[in-house]
């Protein structure tokens, strides 16, 4: 079955970077695009953006531009999210998604927090 | 971008009452090549991902109960629940992936009255 299993929770100060990865199984990394979500506690889901690992192409929110990076690891079909420049809003948790279309196939979710 | 409009909020229905939520979509959402309306519904309970509910937006997924059901097209949807269960209190998000950025509804928070 479609798994997707995301790193552990990250406790960060303003201003540092956070890497967030997604390891997939059950399914073939390269044929569906990689999504990632983020909410931030009692608030609602905003994207963030996606890649495409069979090309490495990526697509990002408006408002993560210049701060995000999304990457991927064909060889252990696990796709990554590195966000920078953390302030307390990046307080959240943030999912990764397989897309078919739709958004079928969740990760678990990772807690970042942001304290100083 | 898309923008995805919910009503209402929040809303608290009986136990065994209908629940029925709106979506509105700043433009249309109906793909031509797929012929179907790219719109979403999520279920999210606390400390829970979102699962997926309906896709095509009438379409149920696999397991879902048919107490859940979706209707609208090109712009406006909805998604109904009849005979509401204890355990379908939840935030109830729209999503469109007609084009990116993919973008959701900003959720509806549904309660036992």
């Known amino acids: 079955q479609v798994q997707l299993v995301q790193s552990g929770t990250e406790v960060k100060k303003p201003g540092a970077s956070v890497k967030v990865s997604c390891k997939t199984s059950g399914y073939s990394f390269t044929d569906y695009h990689l999504h990632w979500v983020r909410q931030a506690p009692g608030q609602g889901l905003q994207w963030v953006g996606c890649?495409?690992?069979?090309?490495?192409?990526?697509y990002y929110g408006q408002n993560f531009q210049g701060r995000v990076t999304m990457t991927s690891d064909t060889s252990i079909s696990t796709g990554y999210l590195d966000l920078t420049s953390l302030t307390s809003d990046d307080t959240a948790v943030f999912y990764c998604?397989?897309?078919?279309?739709?958004?079928?196939?969740w990760g678990q979710g990772t807690l970042v927090t942001v304290s100083s | 971008d898309i923008v995805m409009t919910q009503s209402p909020d929040s809303l608290a229905v009986s136990l065994g009452a209908r629940a029925t939520i709106n979506c509105k979509s700043s433009q249309s959402v109906f793909h031509s090549s797929t012929h179907e309306n790219h719109l979403a519904w999520y279920q999210q309970k606390p400390g829970q991902p979102p699962k997926l509910l309906i896709y095509g937006a009438s379409t149920r997924e696999s397991g879902v109960p048919d107490r859940f059901s979706g209707s609208g097209s090109a712009t406006d949807f909805s998604l109904t629940i009849s005979g509401l269960q204890a355990e379908d209190v939840s935030v109830y998000y729209c999503?469109?992936?007609?084009?990116?950025?993919?973008?959701f509804g900003q959720g509806t928070k549904v309660e036992i009255k």
């Open positions: 999503q469109q992936y007609y084009s990116l950025p993919r973008t």
């Open positions: 998604i397989r897309e078919t279309w739709y958004f079928g196939d």
């Open positions: 890649i495409n690992p069979k090309t490495g192409g990526t």
